[in-house]
């Protein structure tokens, strides 16, 4: 019977261990700097307030940004008129 209670098994555990808390401690620091990032992008968008009064997204009005298909050709054309 193998229990695994030896000191090669405990070494063995100890690296898998110390392996998955670098990965941990590495997923978590690019997560912060990702959130610290997205901070200063949304300091700079309109339509995102982090005053913390009202609500936090407002969209703006999608009909003026989104162009699709055909439409595209039509408004550049309509551009250069």
């Not at 968008?45 to 969209?59: A, M, Q, V």
Request: glycine fraction near 8%; avoid cysteine.
């Amino acid at each position: 019977m193998e229990v695994g209670y030896g000191e090669e098994d405990a070494k063995k555990r100890d690296i898998a261990v110390r392996r998955t808390m670098r990965g941990i401690k590495q997923v978590l620091t690019e997560r912060y700097y990702s959130w610290r990032d997205a901070e200063e992008i949304a300091k700079s968008d309109p339509e995102i307030n982090l005053s913390g009064d009202g609500p936090l997204f407002t969209p703006a009005d999608l009909q003026d940004d989104v162009v699709i298909g055909d439409d595209a050709q039509s408004e550049s054309e309509a551009a250069r008129a």
